[in-house]
């Protein structure tokens, strides 16, 4: 379908993605847009703490009630960029709708910080939470893991690291236009958009991954890319969502496929007239809006 009007409304006076990258660019531009100095929706309560004196979480509470389910948030940006303040304002309404204990994670970033450093602070968030999932208010058997993008990766490698090193159990993973390796850079959705006119250009995405893993690593490490295990049962309940513009839907829906075909429960959203990165503008998306409610029914239907 078209893009979505509202979209439009946003890219109106956005500048292509550029394909010459400055991290320091990058990040300081990504700052700028996405922090958390505006409140867009309020909550019970909330708090920032530390994970062994040096891992940052912030802690999204939507209620005085207890056993609540928590969801584990991994930020996008592709391994290199965007924080806790970043997605303070998706957190805070993913915790006030789908009525769930949100902890969104810190964890460090490439390139200062290469594979598997976010991945093993992901391991260690996810035993963190485990372990004070009731002094929270939160049920340690309820834990979803969920991200975008790079975040979505993330969630996804630590469903399979779990379950590999048979610590703590998830209950369910929620994967936004992620990257999984279920299909290269030569996809077709990856030909039709990854030119730069909307986010996250062929360019970009390559060098994304060069900053994050490590010469000489194997390509093929399901620690990496996921879609690469060769065994993916047993794995979480699990919700892929795509959006139709974006370089990385077939690469979602190839992995919601293996998912699938791996006996899991899974079920895929594909949001048609949608690009990557959409859920960072929520609150000017009807349809984003409408997709947290689906969300929200998702987990209370397997509550």
């Known amino acids: 379908m078209p893009l979505d009007p509202q979209v439009i409304e946003i890219y109106k006076n956005k500048p292509a993605a550029s394909k010459s990258f400055s991290l320091e660019e990058m990040r300081k531009n990504a700052d700028s847009t996405f922090n958390?100095?505006?409140?867009?929706?309020?909550?019970?309560?909330?708090?920032?703490?530390?994970?062994?004196?040096?891992?940052?979480?912030?802690?999204?509470?939507?209620?005085?009630?207890?056993?609540?389910?928590?969801?584990?948030?991994?930020?996008g940006g592709g391994f290199v960029m965007h924080n806790i303040a970043s997605h303070d304002?998706?957190?805070?309404?993913?915790?006030?709708?789908?009525?769930?204990?949100?902890?969104?994670?810190?964890?460090?970033?490439?390139?200062?910080n290469k594979y598997p450093?976010?991945?093993?602070?992901?391991?260690?968030?996810?035993?963190?939470?485990?372990?004070?999932?009731?002094?929270?208010?939160?049920?340690?058997?309820?834990?979803?893991?969920?991200?975008?993008?790079?975040?979505?990766?993330i969630s996804a490698v630590l469903s399979l690291l779990t379950r590999d090193r048979k610590g703590p159990s998830l209950y369910g993973q929620i994967l936004f236009y992620g990257l999984y390796g279920a299909e290269d850079e030569n996809s077709e959705s990856m030909r039709l958009f990854g030119n730069g006119e909307y986010v996250l250009p062929k360019e970009m995405y390559n060098w994304c991954n060069e900053k994050y893993?490590?010469?000489?690593?194997?390509?093929?490490?399901?620690?990496?890319f996921p879609a690469k295990a060769s065994d993916l049962s047993g794995l979480p309940k699990t919700l892929v969502i795509t959006a139709e513009y974006d370089p990385l839907r077939d690469d979602g829906e190839a992995f919601y496929k293996l998912l699938k075909n791996s006996g899991?429960?899974?079920?895929?959203?594909?949001?048609?007239?949608?690009?990557?990165?959409?859920?960072?503008?929520?609150?000017?998306?009807?349809?984003?809006?409408?997709?947290?409610?689906?969300?929200?029914?998702?987990i209370g239907n397997n509550a």
């Open 89 to 112: 304002s998706l957190c805070r309404k993913l915790s006030s709708e789908c009525c769930c204990i949100v902890v969104s994670v810190g964890y460090r970033l490439a390139p200062e």
């Open 117 to 153: 450093a976010c991945i093993e602070d992901a391991y260690t968030a996810l035993e963190w939470v485990y372990e004070n999932a009731r002094s929270l208010g939160g049920r340690a058997d309820r834990i979803y893991t969920a991200g975008d993008s790079a975040g979505a990766n």
């Open 213 to 224: 893993i490590p010469k000489n690593a194997d390509m093929n490490d399901p620690y990496i």
């Open 36 to 75: 958390d100095k505006t409140e867009i929706t309020g909550i019970y309560h909330w708090e920032d703490r530390l994970i062994g004196d040096c891992l940052p979480i912030r802690i999204y509470v939507p209620g005085d009630k207890k056993d609540y389910p928590v969801m584990l948030y991994f930020h």
């Open 264 to 298: 899991n429960d899974a079920q895929l959203i594909r949001m048609d007239g949608f690009m990557h990165g959409f859920m960072l503008y929520w609150h000017r998306l009807d349809r984003a809006k409408e997709l947290i409610s689906k969300i929200s029914e998702w």
